[in-house]
């Protein structure tokens, strides 16, 4: 099982920047990827960002030299470091765990942190 704890959502300004970060705790032998998604009201959940424990990353077009996704393997955090956010920026954003090894991985989530960014 692993927890996930996410922090660092708020309300922000178009063109500001916020930082998001999120814990995992638990009983588990290896998270191979970590990442965030995000749902906007009446929106499907999308992924923004994600890194596995190599330092590949993949983002959404939509983030793509705006936000940057950053693990540390050993505390077993993951942060997304968001700046020139835009209005359609504003979603509850998810933390996301794969745990164990490929190809039997578990999927996880947290419970969530919204982001707001007013024009």
């Known amino acids: 099982q692993v927890q996930l704890v996410e922090s660092g959502g708020g309300s922000v300004q178009a063109g500001g920047s916020l930082r998001l970060s999120c814990a995992a705790s638990?009983?588990?032998?290896?998270?191979?990827?970590m990442g965030w998604y995000r749902q906007a009201p009446g929106k499907q959940r999308e992924l923004v960002a994600d890194?596995?424990?190599?330092?590949?990353?993949e983002y959404a077009d939509s983030v793509k030299g705006r936000f940057t996704i950053s693990r540390d393997n050993a505390k077993n955090t993951v942060h997304l470091q968001m700046n020139s956010l835009k209005p359609e920026d504003t979603a509850t954003y998810y933390c996301n765990a794969e745990a164990g090894w490929v190809p039997h991985l578990y999927e996880y989530w947290g419970q969530g942190t919204q982001v707001t960014v007013s024009s």
């Open positions: 638990g009983s588990f032998s290896n998270i191979y990827a």
């Open positions: 890194i596995t424990t190599g330092g590949s990353t």
